[in-house]
């Protein structure tokens, strides 16, 4: 049996570069297929636009304890109500699910860090990829995987604080 032998064709360096790069974008575009799209661009399982978008209430700061007056006008008065709390430490979910009990959540959706901004049924929504949360923040609905992260409260005289 012979072998014969069959150069193989070298390939310049911009060859070579054009490739590569060819390669990586397939390989990018792959990724961002499978991923579901940009944090900030709403895929197909984005939620419907009739989502009630949440209002949001004043709130004071004194070093990392955050204070919300909650009185008959504000919109966290009734139970169910829900409202986004504005700060210098960051952006929070506010829900009233209960007399006298409230919840503080971090308003950064779990699955790719969008701001969680709606509120339907109990439940807030993201407006990037649609996963909702319960009013403590467990995921009742993906693509998020993780629960938004709780904040201890405390409600006394009309305000309520928590400690980020």
Not at 16 to 24: H, L, N, P, T
């Amino acid at each position: 049996m012979k072998i014969s032998y069959v150069p193989l064709k070298l390939r310049t360096r911009r060859e070579f570069c054009a490739d590569a790069c060819q390669a990586a974008s397939l390989l990018a575009l792959g990724a961002v297929a499978a991923c579901g799209g940009s944090s900030t661009a709403p895929s197909s399982s984005a939620p419907p636009s009739s989502v009630p978008q949440l209002g949001t209430v004043a709130a004071s700061v004194a070093g990392r304890v955050v204070s919300v007056s909650v009185d008959a006008a504000s919109a966290l008065a009734s139970v169910g109500s829900a409202a986004l709390v504005q700060t210098s430490l960051g952006t929070f979910l506010v829900a009233h699910p209960a007399v006298d009990t409230f919840t503080a959540l971090t308003a950064t959706c779990t699955h790719e860090g969008c701001g969680v901004t709606g509120f339907s049924n109990s439940r807030f929504v993201c407006p990037c990829h649609g996963s909702q949360y319960t009013t403590s923040g467990a995921v009742v609905v993906g693509p998020a995987t993780r629960a938004l992260q709780q904040y201890p409260t405390q409600f006394v005289n009309g305000v309520l604080t928590f400690t980020v």
